[in-house]
C-alpha cells in the first residue's frame, strides 16, 4: 500500500484515545517534532483566549515537519489542515478510552487530575455523537484532500507504525 507523505501529521480522536503517545512512537520513528495542543492551551483560558491560542498554533505550526496532537477542530483546522500531509483518526472503543482516562491519573507526572475523571467520562461517552461529527465537518472543510488514516485498535497502530 502506497504511504502518503509524512512530514505534517495531525494526530486526532477522543481523549482516551492514546493521541499523545501514539505522536511520540510516531515521532521517534520520524524524528518530527510533536505539538501537543493540550500542553500549549491553558486550562484557565476561555473563549476570550482563542485568539492567543490561535497565535500560538500558526507559530508552532509554522516548520516543515511537526506532528500536531489534538483535536481543537473548531479553533485550529484552519490552520493545521491546509499544511497537513496526513490526518491519523484513533478509533478506539469507548470503554477503551474510559479505561485509559482512568488509569492515567494515577500516572506519575501526569497532568490530568483525578477531579476531572467525571466530566472527562462524559466527553467520552457523548464524543462519537456530539464531538465526532464537528471534527468530521470541519476536516472535510479545511483539509479534504488530506489523507485520513483510522486506526482502531492496538494492532492497526503497531502495524502502521511497524510499516514506517
Do not use: Y
Amino acid at each position: 500500500m502506497h504511504q502518503p507523505a509524512m512530514s505534517r501529521i495531525v494526530v486526532l480522536g477522543c481523549a482516551g484515545s492514546g493521541k499523545t503517545t501514539f505522536a511520540r512512537r510516531l515521532a521517534e520513528i520520524t524524528g518530527a517534532p510533536v505539538i501537543c495542543l493540550d500542553a500549549i492551551w491553558n486550562p484557565c483560558w476561555g473563549k476570550d483566549d482563542v485568539p492567543v491560542f490561535r497565535t500560538l498554533m500558526k507559530d508552532a505550526h509554522a516548520g516543515d515537519t511537526w506532528i500536531s496532537d489534538g483535536n481543537f477542530a473548531a479553533a485550529t483546522f484552519d490552520i493545521r489542515l491546509p499544511r497537513a500531509t496526513l490526518v491519523i483518526s484513533l478509533d478506539h472503543p469507548k470503554m477503551f478510552c474510559a479505561r485509559r482516562a482512568i488509569t492515567r491519573v494515577f500516572q506519575p507526572g501526569e497532568a490530568h487530575r483525578i477531579g476531572s475523571i467525571p466530566k472527562v467520562l462524559r466527553f467520552i461517552w457523548n464524543f462519537d455523537r456530539i464531538n465526532r461529527p464537528l471534527i468530521e465537518a470541519q476536516r472535510l472543510a479545511h483539509g479534504p484532500d488530506v489523507p485520513l488514516r483510522r486506526l482502531s485498535n492496538d494492532g492497526e497502530i503497531d502495524s502502521f507504525l511497524s510499516a514506517l
